[in-house]
């Protein structure tokens, strides 16, 4: 075999493994895009196909980018973990008004991002773009918020961690970039009352004179 020619093969291997390699990124790439959308690309992908679909989100992320979304810090971070365990320990005593703080938290983590809050439509569509995955469960949170008073503790227990899923997501970097993660409720003590409403531990809630009523065992739904 002449040099010339295992040069050419060379060159040849050469070309295909670069071309596999980027097709290989690109599909990784795609997919961590399809991660973050969660069923938010589906959905609009089923109404106007998704050509469109992609070129949409592609204008979604150029509207986020031109936001100027950062990053909390760590000591912001902390305090407002500690602000949310606050929202789950009031859930044993007011299901109702600690769902409505768990939902006024989130608002107030996305605008120190740097989120406009003020048109929830927006706001809702900007969030797609780096936290679609947990829009549904915030959307059902905010139905059941909505009619606190009529809502049964378990859906109110729903909302609740429908809340806390996008909450800890909005508290961390979209992307990771090497920020330390917020510190999870998991972290803290068993004996807390947060446990009571995410774990299945029998768990009560007082009425207003101020008695506890046994509540039945809730079944541990984490998001």
Known sequence: MSAGTIILIVVILVIVA????????????????????????????????????????????????????????????????????????????SPAQATESAGALITAVAADRGYEVADHDQFMT??????????????????????ADRASTEALRRALLDYRSLFFDLIESPAGEGLAPAKSPDTVSASRPWKQVTQALPWKTRNQSGTRPEGRDMASSRP
């Open 126 to 147: 900007d969030l797609s773009v780096f936290h679609g995955r947990h829009l549904d469960g915030y959307r059902r949170a905010g139905q059941t918020a909505g009619k």
């Open 18 to 93: 670069v071309a596999a390699a980027v097709t290989s990124m690109r599909m990784r790439r795609r997919a961590a895009e399809r991660n973050l959308v969660g069923p938010e690309y589906d959905r609009l992908a089923d109404e106007i196909g998704p050509r469109k679909a992609k070129a949409e989100f592609e204008k979604r992320r150029q509207r986020v980018d031109a936001l100027g979304i950062r990053s909390l810090s760590a000591e912001q971070r902390s305090a407002y973990a500690s602000r949310w365990n606050g929202a789950q320990e009031q859930f044993v005593d």
